[in-house]
């Protein structure tokens, strides 16, 4: 079920209305659905198939935001973005955050950065305010074959952000068997 306006509705996993560890103050956290990564530790699997979750259109999800928006000004919170990865469906992102950035609201995104820099990117990067990029390994060969990929990308997406002045916060899951 692909035929619908990219622009304006996702497929989305799920939604957290009170979250207190993705990004500052309380949070309203949406769970994107679809990853290209495979990573061995993922704890969010179910968030993988591109086609899975619901298709939500950025009404319904602002109507729903907006209910909590007392929240989010009394805590310094505001709306995280994760998944999945977020940035496979960066058009929607972008019409969602230029629509909760006219009422003020802080943005977050959760990412693991491993995509190309595309204009949409670099657009979806301008809206956002915080960057919680979750880098998978440093070595090139040992992110390969924890997620796939190699780390090209995800560094590449750190450096443009510090060029840009975004502020970032750094994840890293550290499994002691693996980061040796």
């Known amino acids: 079920m692909n035929n619908f306006d990219k622009n304006t509705m996702a497929h989305i996993h799920s939604i957290?209305?009170?979250?207190?560890?993705?990004?500052?103050?309380?949070?309203?956290i949406v769970f994107m659905q679809g990853c290209h990564l495979k990573c061995k530790y993922c704890h969010n699997r179910d968030t993988w198939d591109i086609n899975g979750g619901n298709i939500i259109s950025i009404d319904t999800l602002v109507k729903q935001i907006d209910k909590y928006k007392n929240y989010f000004f009394s805590s310094n919170g505001g709306v995280t973005i994760s998944g999945g990865e977020p940035l496979l469906q960066t058009k929607f992102?972008?019409?969602?955050?230029?629509?909760?950035?006219?009422?003020?609201?802080?943005?977050?995104?959760?990412?693991?950065?491993?995509?190309?820099?595309?204009?949409?990117?670099?657009?979806?990067?301008?809206?956002?305010?915080?960057?919680?990029?979750?880098?998978?390994?440093?070595?090139?060969?040992?992110?390969?074959?924890?997620?796939?990929?190699?780390?090209?990308?995800?560094?590449?997406?750190?450096?443009?952000?510090?060029?840009?002045?975004?502020?970032?916060?750094?994840?890293?899951?550290?499994?002691?068997?693996?980061?040796?």
Not at 16 to 28: A, S, W
């Open 16 to 28: 957290e209305t009170f979250g207190t560890v993705d990004g500052p103050g309380i949070r309203f």
């Open 93 to 180: 992102l972008i019409n969602l955050f230029t629509k909760l950035k006219s009422n003020g609201i802080h943005l977050a995104i959760d990412t693991s950065g491993l995509v190309s820099l595309t204009d949409d990117i670099k657009r979806l990067i301008e809206l956002t305010d915080l960057f919680l990029l979750d880098i998978k390994h440093i070595d090139p060969n040992k992110c390969k074959e924890l997620v796939g990929f190699s780390n090209e990308h995800e560094l590449e997406f750190a450096r443009y952000l510090s060029k840009v002045n975004k502020k970032i916060w750094i994840r890293q899951v550290i499994i002691p068997r693996i980061y040796r």
